[in-house]
């Protein structure tokens, strides 16, 4: 990596990032176009848009990865041309492992690292402790809820301390009720840990609990639509009128909201 100006403001740059992949027949894919985004230090930003419009795309690129076919990206001013693996942790969706306790699972992230025995069961107690589950350290993950095994996944990825914490669609095999509580915990953590965190996601609403701003994307090719900032303070009420608005500016930039002329009697 060499370092590069940049905005001083910006801690993640992409710039005029196009990804193509070559097809069987050999015509090419454009999963994205020309994408341009500045995300600060400390910034939630969640990747909102249909199947197929490139948000895993954009992950990897910004991983490190895949490369872009042109345009760069860089991270803290240090151009991004292989995987960022000390600074950035990708949310693994189903990675624990079975035959491992919970704290194992947690310590696992940390084994790669060059820190002793003592060292790692302290963290991983920190962040077991972060997400409510020191009663269950010395269970396995088949003794846990599907949301308690999500929580496991979140300290585990925590407990590495990354910078960056890359997350696509962590939450989608959750019910809605378990979703709701897990969304809680991890805007909780990130207000605490401040970590810089590119999160993925279909669910208009999970954006608007979530982000400091939503990236809109649209498909063939992948493009940035628009990015909405979400002015709210957190803990945010999903039942709040300005919850809803910002919600209702979120489903009008995907065209999904009907034309309003409902008479209310109220
Ligand atoms: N390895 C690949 N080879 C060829 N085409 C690919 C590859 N990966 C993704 N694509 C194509 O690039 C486009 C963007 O895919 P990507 O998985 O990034 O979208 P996505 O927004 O994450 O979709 P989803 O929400 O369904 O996961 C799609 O048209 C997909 O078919």
Not at 107 to 128: C, D, M, N, V
């Amino acid at each position: 990596m060499f370092k590069m100006d940049q905005n001083n403001e910006s801690f993640i740059t992409i710039e005029g990032v196009t990804k193509n992949y070559p097809r069987n027949d050999k015509t090419q894919s454009l999963a994205l176009d020309k994408v341009d985004l500045s995300i600060k230090k400390g910034e939630f930003i969640c990747l909102l848009g249909p199947s197929g419009c490139g948000k895993t795309t954009l992950l990897n690129l910004i991983g490190g990865f895949s490369k872009p076919t042109t345009g760069k990206i860089l991270i803290d001013g240090e151009l991004v041309d292989k995987p960022s693996v000390d600074r950035i942790t990708i949310f693994q969706n189903y990675g624990l492992l079975p035959w491992r306790s919970v704290i194992k699972n947690v310590e696992l992230g940390l084994e790669a690292k060059k820190i002793s025995k003592e060292e790692r069961k302290t963290i991983a107690e920190e962040y077991l402790s972060l997400v409510g589950l020191t009663d269950f350290s010395k269970h396995h993950p088949s003794e846990l809820s599907g949301g308690m095994q999500q929580r496991v996944a979140i300290a585990r990825a925590l407990a590495a301390d990354p910078d960056i914490l890359l997350m696509d669609e962590p939450f989608g095999a959750l019910d809605a009720m378990t979703r709701m509580g897990i969304q809680d915990e991890i805007q909780r953590i990130w207000s605490e840990k401040k970590k810089t965190i590119i999160f993925v996601t279909h669910d208009i609403e999970e954006a608007v609990f979530l982000a400091d701003r939503i990236v809109i994307m649209t498909p063939y090719p992948g493009k940035v639509k628009s990015i909405l900032k979400v002015p709210l303070a957190r803990k945010r009420d999903r039942t709040s009128i300005d919850f809803l608005k910002i919600r209702d500016k979120v489903f009008s930039e995907f065209e999904l909201k009907a034309p309003d002329c409902t008479e209310y009697y109220l």
